[in-house]
C-alpha cells in the first residue's frame, strides 16, 4: 500500500516519460511526467489514492507519486482492469464520503478495517457483473454523447477556411488593454433565504434551480434552489468574491447566486454577446483573477476590486474584434471536441 518512493514536486523535472501523481482531482491525478529511476515505479493496474483528500484512480501503467499517496494494490487471485477499477472506486468514494477531511481520516490502519459493499455470486466477488455492469454503463453514456454532438451541431469538426486563417494569423492579432468595469457590469439579484447546508446537491421535487457559490468545482453550482423568489440567470459570467480560487466560468444554462459569488454581463457599447463570444472573454479574465497570489486568506476581493483590472482583448478600428473572438473560439472548441468524435465514432463503429 505504500509508495516505492515519494517525490517533491518542487524538485521534480517534467517533461520525461512515466506518469507522476499527486494528490489532484483532474486528468486521473497525472502531475506531469518525469524520467526517474524505474525501481521506484509503482506497478501498474493499482489504484492511486490520495491519503488526505480520498482522490481516487486507476492508473493502467507504471507511475511515480507526489507525498501523501498510497497504493491499493489487489490481493489474491483479484485482477483489476480498467472495468472493475470503476465499481471499485465507486464504491470506495461512497464509504469514504462519510468520512471528515484530512490525512488522519486515511491512515493505513483505517483502510485496512474499512468495508466497502460489492457483488457477489456464490459467496465469491462476482467480477463478471461488475465488468458487464461497468461496461453497459458506458455504452449507454457514449449513445448518449453521440446524440448530443449530433444534436448540437459537433459532430462537425472540420476546421472552416476562415478558422484555419485565424489560427495561422494568431501571433498577428492585435490586442488593446479594457478595463473590466468599461464592457462588464455586475447583476442585482435577490438574496436568497437558504444556506449551503440546507440545500441539495442534486434535484429533488421543486429544488431544480442551480445556485451559484465560491466553489470552483463544477462551476460554483453544487446545491439547488426552488425558482420560485429566485432571480434567474443565463449567458452571463460567474466570478467568486470569497475562494481560495478566483475563476471564472460562462453559464450557458439557468442558474441563480447563492453566496459568496456574483455574475456579470456585457454593457460594452451596443454589442450583445454570443455565447463564444463570452467564452472568450473568460480566459482573459482569468488571467488577472485566477492567480496563485490569491487564497481564502489572501482575497481578491469582489466586483469593487476586479472592475478595476484590464484586460486584453483583439481590437479593430478602436473596438474589441468580435468576430474574431467567435471564429477563433468556434476554431478551438473544434480542435477539442475532434477527439471525443473519433472516439465516439470508434466506440459506435461508425
Avoid at 161 to 171: C, G, H, S
Amino acid at each position: 500500500m505504500t509508495t516505492k518512493k515519494k517525490f517533491n514536486a518542487i524538485d521534480v523535472q517534467f517533461g520525461g516519460k512515466y506518469r507522476y501523481i499527486a494528490r489532484g482531482e483532474k486528468n486521473n491525478g497525472i502531475r506531469g511526467y518525469i524520467t526517474k529511476d524505474v525501481k521506484y515505479l509503482n506497478e501498474a493496474n493499482t489504484i492511486s489514492f490520495g491519503q488526505d483528500t480520498a482522490t481516487m484512480f486507476y492508473q493502467n501503467k507504471p507511475y511515480f507519486t507526489g507525498d501523501k499517496i498510497k497504493i491499493f494494490h489487489p490481493k489474491n487471485h483479484i485482477k483489476l482492469n480498467k472495468d472493475n477499477a470503476q465499481l471499485f472506486i465507486t464504491t470506495m468514494n461512497k464509504t469514504f464520503s462519510s468520512f471528515s477531511w484530512g490525512s488522519s481520516s486515511y491512515n493505513v490502519s483505517i483502510l485496512n478495517e474499512t468495508k466497502i459493499k460489492l457483488p457477489i455470486e456464490n459467496g465469491e466477488i462476482n467480477f463478471s457483473f461488475m465488468e458487464n455492469f461497468i461496461k453497459e454503463l458506458e455504452s449507454e453514456r457514449i449513445a448518449q454523447l453521440e446524440a448530443y454532438l449530433l444534436a448540437s451541431g459537433l459532430k462537425d469538426y472540420t476546421l472552416t477556411a476562415q478558422e484555419q486563417k485565424v489560427l495561422d494569423n494568431f501571433e498577428n492579432i492585435e490586442w488593446e488593454e479594457f478595463r473590466l468595469g468599461a464592457l462588464f457590469e455586475k447583476i442585482k439579484t435577490k438574496k436568497l433565504s437558504f444556506k449551503a447546508d440546507e440545500l441539495p446537491k442534486q434535484i429533488i421535487g421543486k429544488y431544480t434551480l442551480p445556485c451559484l457559490t465560491s466553489s470552483f468545482q463544477n462551476q460554483g453550482l453544487n446545491y439547488f434552489a426552488p425558482k420560485d423568489g429566485a432571480t434567474i440567470l443565463k449567458n452571463v459570467i460567474s466570478i467568486p468574491s470569497n475562494s481560495d480560487i478566483y475563476r471564472a466560468y460562462f453559464q450557458s444554462n439557468e442558474f441563480t447566486v447563492l453566496s459568496d459569488a456574483y455574475a456579470i454581463n456585457w454593457v460594452y457599447g451596443d454589442a450583445q454577446l454570443s455565447p463564444n463570444q463570452y467564452l472568450f472573454t473568460v480566459p482573459c479574465i482569468n488571467k488577472v483573477t485566477d492567480l496563485s497570489i490569491y487564497s481564502y486568506k489572501n482575497k481578491l476581493g469582489g466586483w469593487n476590486v476586479v472592475r478595476n483590472k484590464h484586460i486584453q482583448l483583439p481590437i479593430k478600428n478602436d473596438k474589441p474584434d468580435y468576430k474574431i473572438m467567435d471564429t477563433l473560439i468556434s476554431a478551438i472548441q473544434k480542435l477539442i471536441i475532434k477527439d471525443v468524435v473519433l472516439y465516439t465514432n470508434k466506440k459506435v463503429g461508425t
